[in-house]
């Protein structure tokens, strides 16, 4: 189950994830995705992220 360890915000200009630890609002991770993401989804227990991407009209799946 997700614990509010870390936070993922969509960057739309640069088409990336980024995951952010909330501990100390560290940057640990960038991830590609689609072009133009706007939104994200995560799964009940934390193990897939999904990610709209608007100008590629499709759906980004991340795994942890």
């Not at 689609?34 to 980004?60: C, E």
Request: net charge negative.
């Amino acid at each position: 189950m997700p614990n509010g360890s870390y936070v993922y915000v969509v960057n739309g200009y640069d088409s990336i994830v980024s995951v952010i630890q909330t501990s100390d609002s560290t940057v640990i991770d960038t991830i590609s995705v689609g072009d133009s993401p706007i939104g994200i989804a995560i799964m009940h227990n934390g193990s897939y992220v999904y990610v709209a991407n608007h100008w590629d009209d499709m759906v980004s799946v991340v795994g942890f």
